[in-house]
Every structure is written in structure tokens, then in C-alpha cells.
């Protein structure tokens, strides 16, 4: 008898356990909400901030020196990061390398229109979905 209610206690304790990963309890909320940002603001200011490295068209300007070189934004290592990573990577820049957090010079809605407009670089090849 003592066996079945130890059983019973068990599977109680892992059924509740089990369900607390399906919900939000006590999970710290993301500073980093995802939202969908405008691609034609975000162009604008990718112009005006980001071609410098990362070029016209997302793949980097020829002939600078940096090391490593700044991230072709059409590749398929960048296009299939999440979108809270690749928001975090522009806010708060990448170490060791020449990018930059651009968290205080952008705001929050900013740096999502820049990521709408970065998916749209995507380049579509048969290999990728």
C-alpha cells in the first residue's frame, strides 16, 4: 500500500512538474519582446547607419580591413538566427569585433524596423527554406 502511494505521490510531482514547463510560472520575462518592425523605416536608417560595413546590399563593402569582417546579412548563418538574437546582437553589438552596440543611439522600435528591413535581404536558394 505504502509502494502505490509513493507511486501515486511520484507521478503527481512529475505530472505537476511536466505542466509548469508548458506554462509561465516562473520564467523571467525577456526584456526582449518580438514585434514586427516597418522594413521601409528600417531601410532608412540601415542607410544611414549600417551600409557603411555591411553595404547596399548586406554583404559588406570590398576593401575594408576589418577582422573578422562584418556579417553578410544575406547569408543563411544570419537569416536563420531568431529574431530576439539578431535584435540583441544590434542593440548590444558583438565582442571583439567592429559591431557595435547601437542601443543608445537607436531605440528599441528603431533597431526592430532595422530587422524588418534585414529580412528582407534574404536571399532565396534551393538549398534553403
Known amino acids: 500500500m505504502r509502494r502505490m502511494a509513493q507511486g501515486t505521490v511520484l507521478c503527481a510531482l512529475v ?7 508548458f506554462s509561465n510560472v516562473g520564467v523571467k520575462q525577456s526584456a526582449v519582446l518580438a514585434r514586427e518592425g516597418d522594413a521601409v523605416t528600417g531601410r532608412e536608417i540601415y542607410v544611414n547607419t549600417c551600409m557603411l560595413c555591411h553595404g547596399i546590399d548586406g554583404t559588406g ?28 546582437r544590434i542593440h548590444d553589438g558583438k565582442p571583439n569585433t567592429v559591431m557595435g552596440a547601437w542601443k543608445h543611439a537607436l531605440s528599441d522600435e528603431e533597431i526592430w524596423d532595422v530587422l524588418a528591413y534585414v529580412r528582407t535581404l534574404r536571399i532565396e536558394s534551393p538549398g534553403q527554406p
Open 61 to 88: 563593402v570590398r576593401g575594408l580591413q576589418f577582422v573578422p569582417p562584418p556579417a553578410d546579412l544575406t547569408s543563411f548563418a544570419v537569416q536563420s538566427r531568431l529574431d530576439g538574437s539578431l535584435f540583441r
Open 15 to 21: 505530472a505537476g512538474l511536466s505542466g509548469l514547463g
